[in-house]
């Protein structure tokens, strides 16, 4: 069936969604920073579906020449048909005004650099005939205005609108789309649910904040043949966030 790469793989999001692929039949290819804890992820994803290959790559994707490399590693699982663009980082939080330049390029460097990056050599490689698809983890806070999070969500929007740009230019063969959740309980996110999870939960149609198995089914369905006419579109899963009025 092929093999799907996914970056930021080692936990949260990123995890859920690899077993969830592995869960479709594809061998999957880990990408993260941490070599340990992927290493951890990678083992279990293995003795969880033995019948399948899975390769842990550690890289920082923002770095130079990152995608490169990660192409090259994920070779050992066969030509990648999946890309999940869902590494992430966001070192500030604050006002724009206050925000230092070096801050500025280590987000921009991992929050969109990378995803296109990835995209461009995931393109190249991917056999002529053979379809692929492409899905980058945005946020809801690219269609909002929040305080501290301004840069992320910035690049979030740019995200997005790189997805529908990609999906104009790569198409018909290569389809993308991009999935942007609302406040998820991971360890990325936890300064901003674990104080007020239960005020937070409640404001939400959903009475509940979202779990990487939410994302991760959404991801999974826009990567499988079952999107197949589905390109350049955004997918939210916030709970309803975005539908809680706002008086």
Avoid at 11 to 20: C, D, V
Avoid at 93 to 100: E, H, K, N
Avoid at 124 to 147: H, K, R, Y
């Amino acid at each position: 069936m092929g093999a799907a790469l996914v970056t930021g793989a080692s936990r949260g999001i990123g995890l859920a969604i690899a077993e969830r692929l592995l869960a479709s039949g594809l061998d999957v290819a880990l990408v993260a920073r941490k070599e340990r804890e992927l290493a951890a992820s990678a083992r279990r994803l293995g003795e969880a579906f033995p019948a399948a290959k899975v390769a842990a790559i550690a890289e920082n994707v923002g770095h130079p020449g990152a995608a490169e490399r990660i192409f090259s590693a994920a070779a050992a699982v066969g030509p990648v048909t999946v890309l999940i663009n869902n590494a992430a980082t966001n070192p500030y939080y604050g006002p724009l005004a206050a925000m230092d330049p070096a801050a500025m390029d280590k987000v921009y460097q991992v929050n969109l650099r990378a995803p296109l990056l990835l995209t461009q050599r995931f393109a190249a490689q991917l056999p002529e005939g053979t379809p692929g698809a492409v899905v980058n983890l945005a946020s809801i806070g690219g269609m909002a205005v929040e305080p501290g999070l301004g840069f992320y969500n910035v690049l979030k929007a740019g995200l997005i609108h790189l997805t529908r740009q990609l999906a104009g230019e790569l198409g018909p063969r290569i389809r993308v789309n991009s999935v942007s959740p609302g406040l998820v309980r991971t360890d990325f996110a936890r300064a901003l649910w674990e104080p007020m999870e239960g005020q937070l939960a409640g404001r939400l149609p959903s009475r509940r904040i979202g779990e990487p198995a939410d994302v991760a089914a959404a991801a999974a369905f826009l990567a499988s043949p079952e999107a197949a006419w589905i390109t350049g579109a955004n997918l939210v899963v916030d709970g309803g966030n975005l539908a809680v009025p706002m008086f």
